[in-house]
T-cell receptor, first 112, second 113 residues
Framework: EPEVTQTPSHQVTQMGQEVILRCVPI?????FYWYRQILGQKVEFLVS????????KSEIFDDQFSVERPDGSNFTLKIRSTKLEDSAMYFC??????????FGPGTRLTVT | KQEVTQIPAALSVPEGENLVLNCSFT??????LQWFRQDPGKGLTSLLL?????REQTSGRLNASLDKSSGRSTLYIAASQPGDSATYLC????????????FGKGTKLTVNP
């Protein structure tokens, strides 16, 4: 069964460094998403991406964040200058028809 | 603004018991509602999705119901097993063009052997 994959599973970085989180969505899906979950808190929406552009973003998704679909298979989330409060589990999701999102296993980001 | 609440936050039951997890949402104009399972430190596994036009969905020992008018969904787990121990999340997709899922905080279920 096709699934969303994410790499790395765990990333440790120092404050102020740039990180890129990578996702491979399900191959025939058209809608792509990033969510995050700070330890002990709710899963929060960050951004949705369709037709090679951002279709919706939350107030969390400020200028420090960017997304890209550099080729036909990968979908990336870049954080330009990480802060301690960016430490969280980041989930990628994809969807074919914009009504059922399939989630990847997540990348745990630890900012020290 | 859609808000999703799950009660209780934690639940501990003996093996074999039938149980109900509750989810409430403030905006009844939902497109669908999904139930997920999350194991500690792991990703989100989709369990059931109920479209707004549906009243319930079933998968094995799981049954999810949806009552839009009251802003509630329930997840019923029959004959619980220790392997069902996990956190269960519900998430609503609201009508009106937004593509984001709004999640509850989850119910942490422990099934004791």
């Amino acid at each position: 069964e096709p699934e969303v994959t994410q790499t790395p599973s765990h990333q440790v970085t120092q404050m102020g460094q740039e990180v890129i989180l990578r996702c491979v969505p399900i191959s025939n899906h058209l809608y792509f998403y990033w969510y995050r979950q700070i330890l002990g808190q709710k899963v929060e929406f960050l951004v949705s991406f369709y037709n090679n552009e951002i279709s919706e973003k939350s107030e969390i998704f400020d200028d420090q964040f960017s997304v890209e679909r550099p080729d036909g298979s990968n979908f990336t989330l870049k954080i330009r200058s990480t802060k301690l409060e960016d430490s969280a589990m980041y989930f990628c999701a994809s969807d074919r028809f914009s009504y059922e999102q399939y989630f990847g296993p997540g990348t745990r980001l630890t900012v020290t | 603004k859609q808000e999703v609440t799950q009660i209780p936050a934690a639940l501990s039951v003996p093996e074999g018991e039938n149980l109900v997890l509750n989810c409430s949402f403030t905006d009844s104009a939902i497109y669908n509602l999904q139930w997920f399972r999350q194991d500690p430190g792991k990703g989100l596994t989709s369990l059931l999705l109920i479209q707004s036009s549906q009243r319930e969905q079933t998968s094995g020992r799981l049954n999810a119901s949806l009552d839009k008018s009251s802003g509630r969904s329930t997840l019923y787990i029959a004959a619980s097993q220790p392997g069902d121990s996990a956190t269960y999340l519900c998430a609503a997709l609201t009508q009106g063009g937004s593509e984001k899922l709004v999640f509850g905080k989850g119910t942490k279920l422990t099934v004791n052997p």
